[in-house]
């Protein structure tokens, strides 16, 4: 069943919560450049808890840490457009694998989380 198809029935889906604001809460630095990125690096296993904490509390959409995973923004932390690829594979597999631990068997919508950079030019 397609994305949209749901969105066509009758009910609601339920997105989870601010992300950079549990991180924030919870002691873990979010930072600009990086922001949520950063904690993808360093802190792996804080976004997952939360992506948990999010699918217990009834998400159906978990948004990824990949708010500032431009090659852009990884430029301005010294990082690679190739390390910002990974970190955003691995924010994808953080989300999954908190879907495979929490609510394995439910249908969970996986969101991109991306900023808008006016430099960004995208084709």
Known sequence: M???SVLDQPGFLILDGAL????????IP?????W?????????????????????AGADI???ATFRTDPLTFAKAGLSAVQ???VIHNAVDLAREAIEIV??????WIADSMAYEEDIKFN
Do not use: W
């Open 84 to 86: 910002a690829e990974k």
């Open 30 to 34: 979010i930072e600009l450049p990086l």
């Open 62 to 64: 978990l948004t990824t």
């Open 2 to 4: 397609s994305f949209l």
């Open 103 to 108: 609510r394995p068997s439910c249908r969970i």
């Open 36 to 56: 949520s990125a950063d904690a993808v690096l360093h802190n792996p296993q804080a976004i997952s808890v939360i992506h948990q904490e999010y699918l217990e």
């Open 20 to 27: 950079g604001t549990e991180l924030s809460r919870r002691g």
